[in-house]
């Protein structure tokens, strides 16, 4: 059996590298960073790291942690990016394949070749760059590295007299102290910056498109994905399932719009819901003001889509991000903006042997589906299963495309969108069927 290459050793990385590991496929796993952890490390010198030193995780332990190695009872439900950094130390340590890791070194280019992959390198602190052949290739860089700032920008962004950062680059809310604070977006890093710069900023504006479902981490005084996604799971059709959750969430805080937010443009579970304790609160008292989507800029005022214009000094996209795969060439794995045709959600019907760990967006957590997924690539890479003919895949992607785009909307961002335990289902039925 040959050696297989793994890009990253974030959640998703160390979650293949601990599977290939325990099945005997000899494997190299390369990060550009230091230490592993990717987007959980903070200030992870990879200059990948979107966390912010606040950041806590949105879904709670039992569903974050990998089936491998469960997580410490005396952990909290929910784990600050600290905590995770170090389960992820300790997940790597305790199967021993840190070895199996070359840090600081950045895959530059793969490319198919006979038999595998041709994968070259770079050695970040030498220059020195070097390729070898792998008989399979693992991508798991994740997908909230690369910035998506508004496209086209806004008019007279290019002249705003203020300050504009992506959210990728915040880390803590004392820059902007005393400063008029706008931020855009609705997700969960634009709930958690915004109620952050509020306690120092003068004033903060929060603006969006669109309404979404704010949903707490708690319901009832437990964790909420406990009783979304592992009490009333995923085989109740899903028009029950929405009533449910939008149910069980009303009776807890009231609907979004007595808050000011917009009403959601969609149900519950047709959009990823944001997980927040605190944007509702801040409304409440006043710290947050709503706006609609900005319309343009001009010296130091945003104008806004109801007309109205306000002075600021700082604007903080979280406008979400881009999938990326700077070391493949993109047009011949089919790849279109953010759309990415993959059997499964992780292979390539037009490249074979290349497979992509974590390129999901759940309602729910990417490491236990990410560990699934791996273990899947290992039965594939042992001959234990067999892929489908590529006209069979091509349709399954089709299939999934057309799904998605009538439960999400045509939006890029949710083209990589699963449900949790449906697609953890998903996973395992196709291992199943496939060795039979």
């Given amino acids: 059996m040959g050696r297989a290459c793994i890009i990253g050793a ?37 200059g990948m790291s979107s966390a912010y030193l606040s950041l806590h995780a949105k879904s709670s332990r039992r569903c974050l942690q990998y ?8 952990y909290p439900d929910y784990l600050s990016h600290e905590l995770i950094a170090k389960y992820l ?19 530059i280019k793969a490319k198919p070749a006979t038999g595998g992959w041709d994968v070259t390198v770079r050695q970040r602190d030498t220059g020195a760059m070097r390729t070898e052949r792998y008989a399979a290739l693992l991508v798991a860089n994740g997908h909230h590295w690369d910035p998506q700032y508004p496209e ?18 915040y880390r803590t809310p004392e ?16 709930c958690d910056v915004a109620a952050e710069c509020s306690a120092l900023a003068a004033r903060t504006l929060l603006a969006m498109r669109r309404g979404t479902h704010i949903v707490p981490k708690y319901l009832f005084g437990r964790p909420t994905d406990h009783l979304t996604l592992m009490r009333l799971g995923t085989r109740a059709p899903r028009r029950l399932q929405s009533l449910a959750v939008a149910l069980l969430v009303r009776i807890a805080q009231g609907k979004v719009t007595k808050y000011g937010l917009p009403r959601p443009d ?67 794995i089919g790849a279109d903006g953010n759309h990415l045709p ?14 992509f760990i974590g390129l999901v967006q759940p309602i729910g957590a990417v490491m236990p589906i990410a560990e699934i997924q791996a273990e899947w690539v290992a039965d594939l890479l042992q001959g234990r299963t067999a892929l489908p003919p590529e006209q069979q895949m ?39 069927m496939s060795a039979r």
Avoid at 160 to 167: A, C, L, V, W
């Fill in 266 to 332: 969609r149900p519950m579970l047709c959009a990823p819901p944001t997980v927040s304790d605190s944007l509702l609160s801040k409304l409440d008292h006043g710290d947050i003001v709503v706006k609609p989507n900005i319309d343009q800029f001009d010296g130091d005022r945003a104008f806004f889509t109801d007309g109205s214009a306000e002075p600021v000094d700082a604007v903080i996209y979280c406008t979400g991000y881009k999938i990326s795969f700077p070391f493949l060439d993109e047009a011949s």
């Fill in 152 to 169: 086209p920008a806004f008019p007279g962004a290019e002249t705003f007299t203020g300050e504009q950062i992506h959210s990728h680059h």
């Fill in 394 to 432: 091509n349709r399954e992607i089709a299939r999934y495309s057309a799904a998605t785009a009538t439960r999400y909307g045509r939006s890029a961002r949710h083209t990589i969108q699963v449900d949790f335990l449906a697609y953890l289902r998903e996973i395992s039925r196709e291992r199943r």
């Fill in 342 to 355: 993959l059997y499964r959600r992780i292979v390539s019907p037009k490249l074979p042997r290349l497979y």
């Fill in 10 to 46: 974030g959640s998703s990385g160390i979650a293949a590298c601990q599977v290939l590991g325990a099945r005997g496929i000899p494997f190299d796993c390369f990060e550009s960073g230091s230490d592993v952890g990717g987007n959980w490390r903070y200030n992870n010198d990879n």
């Fill in 67 to 74: 089936a491998a190695l469960p997580m410490p009872d005396d």
């Fill in 175 to 190: 820059p902007f102290a005393g400063k008029r604070v706008l931020v855009l977006g609705i997700g969960n890093s634009a």
């Fill in 89 to 107: 130390d300790n997940f790597v340590d305790h199967f021993g394949f840190r070895g199996n890791i070359q840090f600081r070194t950045e895959v």
